[in-house]
T-cell receptor
Framework: GAVVSQHPSWVICKSGTSVKIECRSL??????MFWYRQFPKQSLMLMATSNEGSKATYEQGVEKDKFLINHASLTLSTLTVTSAHPEDSSFYICSARDRGRVSGELFFGEGSRLTVL | RKEVEQDPGPFNVPEGATVAFNCTYS??????FFWYRQDCRKEPKLLMSVYSSGNEDGRFTAQLNRASQYISLLIRDSKLSDSATYLCVVTTTGFQKLVFGTGTRLLVSP
């Protein structure tokens, strides 16, 4: 099956620093990738839709200048949490859709657990 | 009202039991429906799609009721390994946006 790799799987950083998370589709091309955030005991909340070669589409309430998304190729999207603060600590998950499939199934990365001290 | 609502549980059942989860969605334009499974601190993984006619995959049966806007998942002969959170997922035309329910936690005990 399709594989999406996310890196790093966990990161601890100091408040005020920036953290970059990578999401790669390993065996398929993904014109669209999605970034989710999940707080403990809550559902996955869509943050933004990343489109290859164009600007990301952010959900309401998500600051685009704080969560920078770059989707420079058909297999890579990055999320940068800028000037991270403790309230940004969360589980960030990316997902990608294989454009070669019609099922619409999303494949998820393993997630990145961010802890901001 | 949340777009996708689920009973958070937890559902505590013994091995071998049959358990059912329901999920309701508010957007009548929703087109596709899925059940995902999420283990603790892991990413969600697709369990099964949900088709209008209902579908079965081994011990798992999914049903869709468009008129009442709810989806169900039935697990028969529960195994310890079925312990997880089950997420109901709904998407609109073109699969542009998936909306997740908060999940229903299942605990299967020996």
């Amino acid at each position: 099956g399709a594989v999406v790799s996310q890196h790093p799987s966990w990161v601890i950083c100091k408040s005020g620093t920036s953290v970059k998370i990578e999401c790669r589709s390993l065996d398929f091309q993904a014109t669209t990738m999605f970034w989710y955030r999940q707080f403990p005991k809550q559902s996955l909340m869509l943050m933004a839709t990343s489109n290859e070669g164009s600007k990301a589409t952010y959900e309401q309430g998500v600051e685009k200048d704080k969560f920078l998304i770059n989707h420079a190729s058909l297999t890579l999207s990055t999320l940068t949490v800028t000037s991270a603060h403790p309230e940004d600590s969360s589980f960030y998950i990316c997902s990608a859709r294989d454009r070669g499939r019609v099922s619409g199934e999303l494949f998820f990365g393993e997630g990145s657990r961010l802890t901001v001290l | 009202r949340k777009e996708v609502e689920q009973d958070p549980g937890p559902f505590n059942v013994p091995e071998g039991a049959t358990v059912a989860f329901n999920c309701t969605y508010s957007n009548s334009a929703s087109q596709s429906f899925f059940w995902y499974r999420q283990d603790c601190r892991k990413e969600p993984k697709l369990l099964m799609s949900v088709y209008s006619s209902g579908n079965e995959d081994g011990r798992f049966t999914a049903q869709l009721n468009r008129a009442s806007q709810y989806i169900s998942l039935l697990i028969r002969d529960s195994k310890l390994s079925d312990s997880a959170t089950y997420l109901c997922v709904v998407t609109t035309t073109g699969f542009q946006k998936l909306v997740f329910g908060t999940g229903t936690r299942l605990l299967v005990s020996p």
